[in-house]
């Protein structure tokens, strides 16, 4: 049971906001000395996992990039381009980039999209820009709701895409697991039974950013009456 | 042969600009300590593969100490003003999406073509690193579009790479720290500790019960890890497989991948997957950490029922 000191470590220092890094990295340490690991070998795991996991960090070299992007105007034109359809919401916006995501997910274009590539320059802007031009001025609040909701977009899309994808590492863990304990399957036979999940996701989503246009709208027309 | 090793290599040069580019600015507050920070950064990507373990497990942790109690306070960068960036977006039109769409298209055609490249019969890229090399090499790409066909400036984009980067903040390492957490979990053993419970409390001979079980313990344990990969072996080996499969004849297939998509409701309501919900949050400037997770928990728990009817109406049938 103390090995899961940690646990409680991250559960506690994040509800406290306490600086996320010293929290990890004390509930880390915390973990190792209760698992009976000794000093070096807590830190030298630490550092192997550090290392091996560069990968997940290799994202932010896109950042000068679309930093770049952002300086010549790239967000103020996204934004022009949405003004300029008709019948554009925040929550069409989202739905259509989240049919978009799921698809391309679904046949292993998972590349096609991603927080710092896709979500930051160009769909937050674009659905913050449908409900500008519907409603003027936003504040603050709504702007946030709204680039809340397209980061969560892009991470259901990925998600409940991938799945049905068959070289994807998911489905192909489920076949070593399965496989190491004696049931061999092909990859189709897992993968299809991501699809009814799949559905449910667009159309739970897609419910809810109906709601949040509603939402948009009722606060908005509210206010000027 | 191309290296991700050499991307790496990228990403630590472009690490080490801001390290250097936040010492020299005398504005900015907490400068040694955002040099030292981003510095020790930029070295575990540069010597990553050459630097005991040890040695990168104590760079880390003086890395996470400069970041102290409350963490590092914002730099404030200056870009162009908006008015600027109008004049700019209007004079540029649609051509400003072209590099921006370059980074996935470079990526996305790189990741099907590039391990199939062979020289004297050695692929050009291994095809286990295909897509984060395929990744490095479409943000090359998309600068030089952007230099040459926007006419930027190169120093501009290491400047704008640096207010970036620091407006997402300290938070860029968190991902990469919480991975080694996992890992120290993994190591002393919080897997079965967890399965453990979990087994306690579950009515075994009752099919619906064990379904919830199995998919709220996949979601349980994900936002725990923050990672559905590190459940799934652990609860399918504690539930799935003893119980849902074999004691009650459940579909393996239907199961395992509706399991792990329980996971991934659990992945959508936890900090601790950060790369997926902090990281959007700082990116996108929330003042709200947990803004993104909060838009995403509805979806979560609906999903998560969802799945458990599912798995109960689908794996005992096919």
């Known amino acids: 049971m103390l090995t899961l000191i940690g646990v409680l470590i991250v559960v506690i220092g994040f509800a406290l906001r306490i600086n996320p890094l010293l929290v990890v990295a004390v509930a880390g340490i915390a973990t190792g000395v209760a698992g009976g690991l000794d000093p070096v070998s807590i830190v030298s795991e630490f550092g192997r996992a550090f290392t091996e996991n560069r990968y997940i960090s290799l994202v932010w070299l896109t950042l000068p990039v679309i930093g770049l ?3 010549a105007g790239l967000k103020e034109r996204a934004q022009h381009l949405i003004s300029r359809i008709h019948g554009a919401t925040a929550g069409r916006v989202l739905l259509l980039y ?26 937050a802007p674009m659905a913050e820009a449908a409900a500008e031009t519907r409603y003027g001025d936003l504040p603050d609040a709504t702007r946030y709701l709204i680039r809340a909701h397209a980061a969560g977009v892009d991470n259901l899309g990925a998600f409940f895409g991938e799945d049905i994808f068959l070289a994807m590492g998911s489905v192909l863990l489920i076949k070593g697991f399965l496989e190491q304990n004696g049931i061999v399957l092909q990859p189709l036979a897992i993968a299809v039974w991501a699809i009814p999940t799949a559905l449910a996701v667009f159309v739970i989503h897609g419910i809810r950013l109906m709601l949040l246009d509603r939402h948009l709208k009722k606060q908005f027309s509210g206010d000027q009456t | 042969m191309i290296h991700l090793e050499f991307v790496y290599i990228l990403a630590g040069l472009v690490f080490c600009t801001v390290a ?35 040695v990168t497990g104590c760079l880390v942790i003086v890395m996470v100490l400069m970041t102290g109690m409350k963490d590092l306070k ?5 870009s162009v003003s908006e008015a600027q960036r109008r004049t700019s977006a209007q004079r540029l039109g649609n051509k400003l999406f072209i590099p921006a769409l370059l980074i996935p298209l470079v990526t996305f055609t790189g990741t099907l073509t590039l391990d199939r490249v062979r020289l004297h019969g050695i692929p050009l890229v291994a095809s286990s690193e295909v897509t984060l090399v395929s990744l490095g090499l479409s943000v090359i790409v998309a600068l030089v579009a952007a230099l040459t066909l926007l006419q930027q400036r190169p120093v501009d ?38 399965a453990g419970i979990v087994n306690h409390v579950i009515p075994v001979n009752f099919t619906f019960g064990v379904v ?19 459940a799934f072996p652990v609860m399918t080996a504690g539930i799935g497989l003893p119980l849902l499969v074999h004691l009650h004849g459940g579909n393996p297939a239907i199961v395992g991948a509706i399991g792990m998509l329980s996971g991934y409701c659990g992945t959508l309501m936890t900090p601790m997957a950060a790369n997926f919900n ?30 458990i009817f599912l798995m109960y109406l689908l794996a005992f049938r096919f």
Not at chain 2, 43 to 49: E, H, K, R, S, Y
Request: positive net charge; glycine residues 10%.
């Open chain 1, 69 to 71: 992007l952002e300086r």
């Open chain 1, 98 to 123: 989240l049919a978009l995501r799921q698809f391309t997910a679904s046949i292993g274009l998972n590349a096609l999209g991603g927080q710092a590539q896709m979500v930051r320059p160009l769909i």
């Open chain 2, 20 to 54: 250097i580019l936040e010492w020299l600015d005398r504005s900015n507050s907490q400068r040694y300590r955002k040099l030292l920070f981003w510095g020790i950064y930029g070295i575990t990507f540069l010597f990553g593969a050459v630097l005991p373990s040890f």
């Open chain 2, 74 to 78: 914002r730099s404030e960068v200056s």
């Open chain 2, 157 to 194: 984009s290491l400047h704008e790479g640096r207010r970036l980067m620091t407006s997402v903040g300290t938070v860029v390492v968190l991902p990469q720290l919480l991975a080694a957490l996992g890992a120290l979990f993994a190591a002393a053993g919080v897997g079965g500790v967890v």
């Open chain 2, 212 to 230: 919830i079980a199995y998919a709220v313990g996949m979601a349980l344990f994900t936002i725990i890890m923050g990672n559905a990969f590190a």
């Open chain 2, 278 to 307: 902090i990281v959007p949050a700082a990116l996108l400037e929330l003042p709200d950490r947990n803004g993104v997770i909060k838009a995403q928990i509805p979806t979560g728990i609906l999903l998560l029922i969802v799945n």
